[in-house]
């Protein structure tokens, strides 16, 4: 024991307790590598502790990982039996220059250039990619054959990106009222400049009466009355003054007898 480092002078009854666990996680270690022997980080009774950590959260990712890619029983126990069979006799071929490694590192590029174009198409479509496709099962083929639709009718997007543009610049105008009666389809095409100048003039008017205390109060029918009222003072004032010029004229005029 001296030889391997002990120090002190043997003390069986207070030595006892840690050697029985020595000896019980050495036969754990020697358990561990029939299983870890493939990993080349491994080297048994020598293997650096945060070695064996790492291997631990390796194994836990890749049965999470396996196990997402099973729907049944038997598909989850033939795929952990193919990845254990990689990771521990096919080990090498997981080095970045080996077949899978380089297969993984051009999944990896694949996935971020995905990523990348779905951030763009995301931008200019003013939706998320993920959640349109949420509910899709193979998400994968949904999303290459939305791109080849794309690709095949890009003249007629066109217009439609057209349409979203002006869209947005209406909206910023607060005209959502009227795009929201245009794509519903309760203005014709042909009759959007005329609702729209009705529109701005309903608009612009209670704008101008509300702000000024005569037009807000005005009402039709006093208006009516009043100017009936006025005809009828005026036409009784144009009598009276006709009878008026009349008495003036006669009053003046010589009388007979006096001729």
């Known amino acids: 024991m001296k030889a391997g480092g002990?120090?002190?002078?043997?003390?069986?009854?207070?030595?006892?307790?840690?050697?029985?666990?020595?000896?019980?996680?050495?036969?754990?270690?020697?358990r561990l590598d029939k299983l870890l022997s493939g990993f080349k980080d491994w080297q048994g009774h020598r293997t650096s502790p945060d070695v064996a950590l790492a291997l631990q959260m390796l194994g836990q990712r890749a049965r999470i990982a396996v196990d997402r890619l099973a729907d049944d029983p038997s598909t989850l126990v033939e795929v952990r039996s193919k990845v254990r069979t990689l990771m521990q006799d096919g080990n090498d071929l997981l080095a970045p220059g080996a077949a899978v490694g380089r297969?993984?590192?051009?999944?990896?590029?694949?996935?971020?250039?995905?990523?990348?174009?779905?951030?763009?198409?995301?931008?200019?479509?003013?939706?998320?990619?993920?959640?349109?496709?949420?509910?899709?099962?193979?998400?994968?083929?949904a999303i290459r054959e939305t791109a080849d639709s794309?690709?095949?009718?890009?003249?007629?997007?066109?217009?439609?990106?057209?349409?979203?543009?002006?869209?947005?610049?209406?909206?910023?105008?607060?005209?959502?009222?009227?795009?929201d009666a245009i794509e519903k389809g309760r203005v014709p095409t042909e009759e959007i400049e005329a609702t729209f100048e009705a529109a701005y003039c309903t608009w612009w008017s209670g704008a101008v009466i509300g702000e000024d205390e005569v037009l807000r109060t005005f009402s039709t029918p006093e208006h009516v009355a009043?100017?009936?009222?006025?005809r009828e003072i005026d036409s009784q004032f144009q009598g009276l003054t006709a009878a008026y010029i009349s008495a003036k004229l006669t009053g003046n005029l010589p009388d007979a007898d006096d001729r």
């Open 103 to 141: 297969a993984a590192q051009e999944f990896l590029a694949a996935s971020k250039e995905l990523k990348d174009a779905c951030a763009r198409f995301e931008a200019i479509a003013g939706r998320s990619v993920r959640e349109h496709f949420a509910k899709t099962g193979r998400a994968l083929d």
């Open 150 to 179: 794309i690709a095949a009718r890009h003249a007629e997007l066109r217009e439609w990106c057209g349409w979203r543009r002006r869209q947005a610049e209406a909206l910023d105008l607060e005209l959502g009222p009227l795009v």
């Open 226 to 230: 009043t100017i009936e009222k006025f």
């Open 6 to 30: 002990a120090l002190g002078v043997p003390d069986p009854i207070r030595d006892a307790p840690t050697l029985k666990r020595l000896r019980v996680e050495g036969e754990a270690i020697d």
